[in-house]
C-alpha cells in the first residue's frame, strides 16, 4: 500500500470520528460525543431538509404561477433555489447517512457523483449571484439601459449557461473522486476521497482552486460591482431634485429594495460557506496528519451544518425583505389550509348524509317490518 494511504486525513470524515474517542476521552466522554453525531446532528439535517424543501419549492412555484413575478431577478434567483434544492435531495442526505457507518457504504458511482452534484450546486450560487449582482449594477448604475421584451429570454440564457458552465467545471471531481481502503488501526475501512493519495500537491492544488473560482474571486467581482451601487446611491441622494416624479422615486425604491436583497443573499451564501473552505484548505495542506482535538471535531460539524444550511436561508431572506413575496407566500399557505378544510368539510358533509340516510332506512325497516320496495341499502 502506498505510503500516504497510512497517515490519510480522509478517516476524518466517517461519520463515527471514531479516532477523536479512542484514547483521550472516557467512557462517558464516548458515549456523549457518539449521541451527539449519530443522533443530534442527523436530526439537524432532517430539519434542514424539510425546511429547505418547503422554502425552495414554495419560492419556485410562486415564480412559475404567478406571472407578475417572472421578472429578471426572479428568475436568477428560481434558478438558485433549484441549485439549492438539487444539493438538498442529494448531498444532504448522503452526508446524513453517513454519521450512521463508520465508512463510506455507497459505492464509486456516487463517490463520484455526489462531489459532482455539491460542486454544480455551490457554482450555480456563488455564479447567479455574482449575475445578479451584475443586473442589479446595471439597473441603478445605468438606469437608461431600457428593459427590452427580451431581457426575459436572454436572462433565461444565462441562466442556463451558468448551470452547463457549473457542471462542465465540477466534472474533474468525478474524473478523481475515488474509493480506496485505507488501514485504521487493526482494521481496513472503505473511504471516498476527492484526489489521488499518491500526489501531494493535487489535494492543496485543489482546495486552493476550489476557494479561488466558487468563493474569492465572485466575492470579488461582487464587491466591485456592489462598491459603484453605493456609490450610485448616495450620489444620486446628494444629487436627487426637489420635484423628481413620485413614479421615479418608487423605482429607485424598488431598485434599491432589490439590490439590498442580493447583497443579503450574497452575505449569507458568504457567511455558510466560508468556514468550510477554511476546513477544506486546512486538510488539505495537512492531510497526512489526523486533527483528532475537541475545536477540530467542533469546526467540522459546524462547517457542515453551515454550508448546508445556506440552501434553505434564502426562501426566510425573502420573506423578511420582499412585501410581494411574503405576500405570494402567505397566499400559499392560505390556499392550502383553505383546501385542506374543504376536503375535511366534504367529508363530514359526506359521512353526515351517510349516517342520515342510514338512519331513514332504519326507521322505515323498523316501522313497516320488512323493506320497502324502491329503497336501496
Known sequence: MDEPLKNFSAV?????????????????GRETINFIIRCVIPSVYILIITIGLLGNITLVKIFITTSAMRSVPNIFISSLAVGDLLLLVTCVPVDAFRYFFDEWIFGTIACKLIPVIQLTSVGVSVFTLTALSADRYKAIVNPMDIQTSSAVFW???????????????????????QVVSLPHK?????????????????????????????????LGIISIYYYHIARTLIKSAHDMPGEISEHSKRQMETRKRLAKIVLVFVGLF????FPNHVLYMYRSFNYRHIDSSLSHLVITLLARVLSFSSSCVNPFALYLLSESFRRHFNSQLTCRRRRYQ??????????SAIRMTSIKKSTVVNGHGNRPQGVTL
Not at 13 to 28: R, S
Request: aromatic share 14%; hydrophobic share 45%; with cysteine.
Open 12 to 28: 476524518e470524515d466517517f461519520a463515527g470520528f471514531i479516532n477523536f474517542t479512542d484514547d483521550t476521552w472516557t467512557q462517558d
Open 155 to 177: 436572462t433565461c440564457v444565462k441562466a442556463v449557461s451558468i448551470w452547463v458552465v457549473s457542471v462542465i467545471l465540477a466534472v474533474p471531481e468525478a474524473i478523481f473522486s
Open 186 to 218: 487493526n482494521i481496513t475501512l472503505t473511504a471516498c476521497v476527492p484526489y489521488p493519495l499518491s500526489n501531494e500537491m493535487h489535494p492543496k492544488i485543489h482546495s486552493v482552486m476550489i476557494y479561488l473560482v466558487y468563493f474569492l474571486i465572485p
Open 270 to 273: 458568504a457567511l455558510c460557506w
Open 342 to 351: 374543504e376536503r375535511n368539510t366534504s367529508y363530514l358533509q359526506s359521512t
